[in-house]
């Protein structure tokens, strides 16, 4: 005997086959979004301390120093340098043609870039005597040039002075920065070198006079018995 199935049970069976069908059919259907992104280099220079110093630009130095200091005028001197050894680093570093406002404030947020990022570095106290060693020398390189060497001596003389005061390991170079007016030196300044250069024979001392302008020194009634015997007197005062 065949038996019979159930018409409601057959109907059953055929509607979970066509949803199942269904199901497929959307399946393959779906689609798939796919995202990518391209990315361009928009900056694709080297960073400037990071550069070859022959490569670079006296514009390209004016630019950098402007964006650094806000400063409308172009620098002064700008040394760049490459430190090699137990420690490695490249700095520039800039005279500024005047004085900032806060010249006297001791900094201590200098920044340095480690790995080319900026950070507070406390590794400043390591590379402090190279970077004094190099700004003397940069001092020395414009104080062969007469006319730079005043304007830059008639903007920081009070700071070379200051340093000489906090700084005893490095005083005698300081001073050898210093200018005086003379009794011989005219309307032009004179250093302590040359003074020597000129002393008379036997001379052991410097002569200076101090007081509050020049013109208050150059009456000084000490130094008429130092002028009848031919000696040279520093005149030292603090300019205004």
């Known amino acids: 005997m065949t038996k019979m199935m159930n018409p409601r049970k057959n109907k059953s069976v055929i509607l979970r086959k066509w949803i199942r069908i269904k199901k497929r059919r959307k399946l393959r259907k779906k689609k798939i979004k796919e995202v990518s992104h391209e990315w361009e280099l928009i900056n694709k220079q080297k960073h400037i301390w990071l550069r070859k110093p022959e490569e670079i630009t006296k514009e390209e130095y004016v630019v ?12 002064l001197v700008v040394k760049h340098l490459s430190v090699e050894g137990q420690l490695e680093f490249k700095a520039i570093l800039f005279v500024p043609k005047r004085a900032p406002f806060d010249t006297h404030k001791k ?16 590794i400043l106290k390591v590379i402090k005597k190279n970077f004094v060693k190099k700004c003397i020398e940069m001092f020395n390189e414009i104080a062969e040039n007469k006319e730079d060497y005043n304007k830059f001596y008639e903007v920081f003389s009070k700071n070379l002075k200051l340093g000489i005061h906090e700084d005893s390991q490095n005083r005698a170079k300081l001073v050898a920065l210093l200018r005086y007016h003379s ?12 003074y020597v ?4 024979e036997g001379q052991k001392d410097i002569y200076y006079v101090t007081g509050e302008s020049k013109k208050a020194v150059e009456n000084s009634t000490f130094l008429d018995r130092l002028k009848k015997k031919g000696y040279e007197v520093v ?6």
């Open 107 to 122: 900094m201590n947020n200098i920044k340095l870039r480690v790995r080319r990022v900026f950070i507070i570095n406390k």
């Open 183 to 194: 009794t011989k030196s005219g309307s032009e300044q004179t250093s302590l070198k040359d």
């Open 64 to 75: 950098f120093y402007k964006s650094l200091t806000n400063d409308w005028e172009e620098h």
């Open 235 to 240: 005149f030292m005062f603090d300019a205004k």
């Open 197 to 200: 250069t000129r002393m008379k």
